[in-house]
């Protein structure tokens, strides 16, 4: 236990396996911890394992973990200093940050100006631009004519895309392959913006074809101190959310990862950015170039992979950080050391995506060599209907990426989690697929090159292993019922059975 | 005992289900077992009670080369089992269990089951009308679960016959939520 924790208690404005994070975190440091819960999660895991405790309100999380009154409720009860605000609920919410520091307890996160900088997505790419962070070539605004489409067009290369401004889920977009393709689909952006969104307004922008997740870890601190942490690479997404990350990435060339590094220090000091945050680029896996797509100013899901790369607590960074501390590593120190990969495992359907809520039956946790897990799960546990599927992530860590990807594939073998249903075996299927293994994955695999091995998985074990077993526990449950049946019987009727079964 | 069995639950074949016959007989040091798939040839198997091991309330199947760590539960006649990340669900009829059966469909038979909830949550949105002849994988409504709008669709070509919900509602899981009729 250090002698000097930076804090005497931290309040976890979450819930979850990162709730859980954070706990471990604060016991290691010695800082007492106190975790919050809504009434759907009286028996969610950070509840049991932190040292406090508090209600803040009904289960949907507008009335709990995103209220931020009853929040600052709890803080004064229990007298916290510091509240880690884990990831998504108010982690990116600038007026929280503010409500904290009006009260004298400090956020373990940026500065709330730094969260609104970052929060106006479209002002954080001009704000980056400026910074000199490569953003998506393109029109920088409105193309009113197809003169000037043609002239936005010759300066940043075909292809590209025309956007409408008000446009979304794929209205209002067209990629042009051909500049004689140009006119029509200039055209037909714009009546496609009118009629539906009532808005003909367009921009252009370069297409990337092969696009890669390519995200940078960086910390700054209240000296001006700034690094990185390395990649990690992201790719792998169903419904747009992330399922498999890992560091390094297979794709970035070594010169281009030095450049990411370069590029995101400069945009940290440019924001004076304090404590941890996440630069995401658009990777073209073609001309390898990167371009800056938005900023997380909090601690990522998969934060793990890097801690598992460079041996750095980034939790415990931050707190550190937080409090005032300057960073306790400079860039010369950080290395990428071997290769680490996660997987998140979701209650859900493997195959729909569609959310699998309800009691665990049972819960068989992985272990052995070089596997982590930050899991929130355990046997007689409901998970919830009102918040994030997601019940834990199994990181995995290798000297170079095929023992990370075999090892990983081992603890999912490993991960026995019923009564619901998981994804574990859609992981098992991408850890097979080729695309996945060679690296050239991008964010489109889900959609187009996982189904190959899928069925071949959900068929691994005979159908008849499924009969047997049911057959007998069938056969049981009839046994104990008719000796049951036996036994609530009156007494004269079995002194009338023993005596008939005697006559025999 | 004797079993008629319906083997479902793949998640790759939904709403299809294998056929089968089953015989359970238990002796002192073990269980025979014979199994028919629909059209198909007895197959019988005898598993000592070695093999067949209860440990912590899951069951441990040594199998044809393999050990399986199974973990099954269920009741009357729905049982789940679930071993080496895979699921199914088996249903199991014995005499009573099939008359009971039979009687519950009624003449739901072959119109498809009616659409209902897999989870609580809250109707978004109805995309269908009563009496409208619905193709196999077309959306019936939307319904929002676990901050995520999810499409449920038709299993089977059916006609709407009845809408028990609206826009907003709260549904339990378990609750009917689309009445289907068979199109004739």
Avoid at chain 1, 281 to 299: A, G, H, Q, V, W
Avoid at chain 2, 79 to 89: G, L
Wanted: aromatic content about 8%; some cysteine.
């Amino acid at each position: 236990m250090t002698s000097n924790p930076p804090f005497k208690k931290v309040l976890i404005a979450n819930r979850g396996e990162i709730a859980l994070r954070v706990i471990r975190a604060c016991r290691e440091l010695g800082i007492a911890s106190a975790a919050v819960y809504s009434d759907a999660d009286r028996n969610s895991l950070h509840v049991l394992l932190a040292d406090e405790a508090y209600n803040i309100g009904p289960a949907p999380s507008k009335e709990s973990y995103l209220n931020i009154d009853n929040i600052l409720k709890a803080i004064k009860q229990c007298g916290a200093d510091a509240v880690h605000p884990g990831y998504g609920f108010l982690s990116e919410n600038a007026e929280f940050a503010e409500a904290l520091k009006k009260a004298g307890v400090t956020f373990i996160g940026p500065t709330p100006d730094n969260i609104r900088a970052m929060g106006d997505k479209i002002s954080a790419i001009r704000l980056m631009r400026d910074a000199g962070v490569p953003t998506v070539p393109g029109s920088g605004g409105p193309v009113d004519t197809i003169e000037d489409a043609k002239k936005v067009v010759e300066k940043i290369g075909l292809p590209v895309m025309i956007k409408a401004t008000a446009g979304g889920g794929g209205k209002g977009m067209r990629i042009v392959r051909e500049m004689s393709e140009l006119e029509s689909s200039y055209r037909a952006a714009r009546s496609e913006g009118l009629n539906y969104f009532k808005n003909d307004t367009v921009y252009i922008e370069r297409f990337i074809q092969n696009p890669k997740h390519i995200e940078v870890q960086v910390f700054g601190d209240q000296h001006g101190n700034a690094v990185h942490l390395f990649e990690r690479e992201c790719s792998i997404q169903r419904r747009n959310q992330k399922i498999i990350e890992e560091s390094p990435s297979p794709s970035v060339p070594h010169e281009v990862r030095h450049r990411l590094g370069d590029v995101s220090i400069k945009a940290v000091k440019a924001l004076r950015y304090q404590g941890a945050g996440t630069f995401e680029f658009i990777f073209d896996n073609i001309t390898k170039e990167f371009f800056f797509m938005e900023m997380n100013t909090r601690l990522q899901v998969e934060h793990p992979v890097t801690e598992m790369v460079t041996g750095i607590d980034l939790v415990q960074e931050q707190i550190f950080v937080a409090a005032g501390r300057p960073l306790s590593f400079k860039q010369e120190d950080v290395v990428q050391r071997g290769h680490a990969i996660e997987a998140r495992i979701c209650a859900e359907d493997p195959l729909t995506y569609q959310p699998s809520p309800g009691l665990i039956r049972r819960c068989r946790h992985p272990q052995g060599p070089f596997i982590r897990l930050d899991s929130y799960a355990y046997p007689g546990y409901e998970v919830p209907i009102f918040y994030d599927p997601m019940v834990a992530k199994l990181i995995a860590w290798g000297p170079n990426r095929e023992t990370a990807i075999r090892r990983l594939d081992r603890a999912l073998t490993e991960f026995t989690l019923t009564g619901i249903k998981t994804n574990i075996l859609m992981h098992k299927s991408i850890l097979q697929s080729p695309k996945f293994l060679d690296g050239s994955y991008t964010t489109q695999f889900c959609d187009k090159d996982l189904e190959i091995k899928m069925p071949k998985l959900f068929r691994s074990v005979d159908d008849h292993v499924f009969l047997i077993t049911a057959a007998i526990a069938a056969y049981n449950e009839k046994r104990a019922k008719s000796v049951s049946d036996y036994n609530t019987l009156s007494r004269w009727q079995s002194v009338g059975r023993s005596t008939t079964l005697r006559d025999q | 005992m004797f079993f008629e069995a319906d083997l479902g639950g793949d998640l790759t074949r939904p709403g299809q289900t294998k056929p089968y016959k089953i015989e359970v007989n238990e002796t002192k040091n073990s269980w025979k077992i014979a199994l028919q798939e629909e059209g198909g040839e007895w197959v019988r198997y005898e598993i000592s009670k070695d093999d067949y091991r209860i440990v912590e309330n899951i069951v441990n199947l040594i199998w044809n080369g393999g050990s399986y760590l199974i973990d099954v539960y269920g009741s009357g006649i729905d049982y789940t089992v679930y071993t080496r990340s895979s699921v199914r669900t088996v249903k199991i009829y014995n005499d009573e269990a099939l008359l009971h059966e039979s009687l519950k469909k009624g003449s739901l038979i072959g119109g498809g089951e009616n659409l209902v909830a897999g989870m609580p949550g809250k109707i978004v949105k109805v995309l269908v009308n009563k009496g409208d002849v619905l193709k196999s994988g077309q959306p019936v409504l939307i319904m929002e679960a676990m901050k995520m709008e999810n499409e449920m669709r038709a299993s089977a070509e059916v006609r709407v016959k009845d809408i028990l919900v609206k826009p907003a509602d709260s549904v339990e899981s378990g609750q009917t939520l689309v009445l289907f009729e068979p199109v004739k």
